[in-house]
Nanobody
Framework: QVQLVESGGGLVQAVGSLSLSCAASGRIFSINVMGWYRQAPGKQRELVATIPTGSSPNYADSVKGRFTISRDNVKNTVYLQMNSLKVEDTGVYYC???????????????WGQGTQVTVSS
């Protein structure tokens, strides 16, 4: 199995910064894409940013220029640096990873447990 463990959430004032990290562990042969999603109260989960292996990151329009996603392929860890935070960035942030557990095996998507980010005005 594969586990994703997130850390770094918390409470911050608007225009402040927070950094999230998510480490994947377990039976991992390779990881294709890692990403961050978020879910605000009463809303559906939405994409924040993704970073494919060896390719450029993708961002939701709402976070472009403020958030930066990066990954460490040796540590199987994805990061999210969040700057100029807004109240509307509040939500539970989930990381995910598309994992191949064997050379010719299928790819499965795994999710972290979520970490709360609260931005106060």
């Amino acid at each position: 199995q594969v586990q994703l463990v997130e850390s770094g959430g918390g409470l911050v004032q608007a225009v402040g910064s927070l950094s999230l990290s998510c480490a994947a562990s377990g039976r991992i042969f390779s990881i294709n894409v890692m990403g961050w999603y978020r879910q605000a109260p009463g809303k559906q989960r939405e994409l924040v940013a993704t970073i494919p292996t060896g390719s450029s990151p993708n961002y939701a329009d709402s976070v472009k220029g403020r958030f930066t996603i990066s990954r460490d392929n040796v540590k199987n860890t994805v990061y999210l640096q969040m700057n100029s935070l807004k109240v509307e960035d509040t939500g539970v942030y989930y990381c995910n990873a598309d994992v191949r557990q064997a050379d010719t095996g299928p790819v499965f998507r795994y999710w972290g447990q979520g970490t709360q980010v609260t931005v106060s005005s």
